[in-house]
């Protein structure tokens, strides 16, 4: 058989920088080292940013009030979070992989990344390359996942962490996460958890097991489809990289569904500093801001506004978030919120890698 004629072997990465905002702090503060710290902003409705493992040992987690996490663990040190500090850590820890591997890259936050490798030589001893050059070039301590999709990458990074790298086939995620909840799968939140739980769905396994008929009837033709090809690990969608930004956006997926607009506006305010950090070490602008809502229900919804002026103001993006998620107040529990800011002053064609066929994964290391 000729080459053109054997499907592709995808092969992407995820790497994933542990605890970075905790990690970056530790390293200006060496004395806490061991200690719990949780990186979470002041005031009554202040959220979490980030927690160290020995924090999280207690059960605190990202995107929690921080007067909740005072309560799980008061002696934990809870510091201010320092967005200017975490971008500059954040250059140079990219840098660092940009170095090694020589590509683009679809960067999903500050600390968090896929890269892929299909064409790659070696791609397993480049990946070690990165997490020790990281290691002792920067002091920032990098999890690897290695897989046939994204979504074998994300779940493998995740798996062992601190200081995970792992490399898994489709099929053998399939087996070593049988007896995983099944909000292990991305895409499967609290609420969604709940209705599978109520059909004696827990595990990956008993998704597996399930009847697809009957997840449709419970969740409709698309999601059901969808929870059938997740629980077996399928997953085609591409790295989408851009050598032309056309905009800019962060996001977080909350532990648990948030109600409360307070606290929704709490992290309105940190992902508009985080985005505006990313446009300004760019010096990218753009008109258009909107914010972006995902519902326990797994319903989506998208708000822009595009303003008079091009700016990557903070306060000026952050009043506009804050306006549209005030007009939009959600009248159900959110699973997801993002901030976005798009319309720059150069705008260009993305770049779209079509997705390749799936196959097994096999790796030269």
């Avoid at 999601?223 to 399928?234: E, N, P, Q, V």
């Amino acid at each position: 058989m000729s080459d053109a004629a054997t499907p592709a072997r995808r092969v992407i990465a995820h790497m994933d920088c542990d605890s970075f905002y905790a990690s970056v702090e530790l390293l200006r503060r060496p004395e806490l080292a061991g200690l719990p710290v949780v990186v979470a902003g002041t005031g009554p409705r202040a959220v979490v940013t980030t927690a160290s493992y020995e924090a999280r040992r207690f059960g605190v987690g990202s995107a929690m009030p921080a007067s909740r996490a005072r309560r799980l663990c008061p002696q934990a040190v809870f510091i201010k979070p320092d967005f200017t500090a975490y971008r500059e850590m954040s250059k140079a820890v990219w840098r660092v992989v940009g170095e090694v591997l020589d590509r683009d890259m679809q960067h999903v936050s500050l600390d968090e990344a896929y890269v892929d490798l299909t064409d790659l030589p070696k791609p397993v001893g480049r990946m070690r390359e990165v997490v020790e050059r990281v290691r002792t070039e920067v002091g920032i301590t990098v999890s690897v996942g290695i897989g046939p999709s994204r979504l074998v990458a994300k779940t493998a990074s995740d798996w062992r962490k601190p200081a995970c790298f792992a490399i898994l086939s489709r099929e053998q995620a399939c087996e070593a996460f049988q007896g995983s909840p099944v909000r292990l799968l991305q895409g499967i939140g609290p609420r969604t958890e709940e209705r599978l739980l109520a059909l004696g769905i827990a595990t990956v396994a008993h998704l597996q097991a399930a009847a697809e008929p009957a997840l449709i009837e419970r969740f409709g033709d698309r999601m059901g489809r969808w929870l059938k090809a997740r629980s077996f690990f399928h997953d085609d969608s591409p790295v989408e990289t851009s050598r032309i930004l056309k905009s800019r956006s962060s996001e977080t997926t909350f532990d648990q569904d948030v109600t409360d607009l307070a606290e929704l506006e709490a992290v309105v305010r940190r992902l508009a500093s985080e985005v505006c950090l990313g446009l300004q070490g760019k010096g990218k602008r753009g008109r258009t801001i909107g914010i972006k809502l995902r519902y326990a229900d797994w319903a989506n919804i998208t708000r822009a506004r595009t303003i008079g002026e091009l700016t990557n103001d903070t306060a000026v993006v952050t009043e506009v978030a804050l306006a549209l998620l005030r007009e939009h107040a959600p009248d159900r529990p959110v699973r997801l919120l993002g901030v976005r800011v798009a319309s720059f002053e150069e705008p260009g064609p993305s770049v779209r890698r079509p997705a390749a066929p799936l196959a097994q994964l096999s790796l030269p290391v």
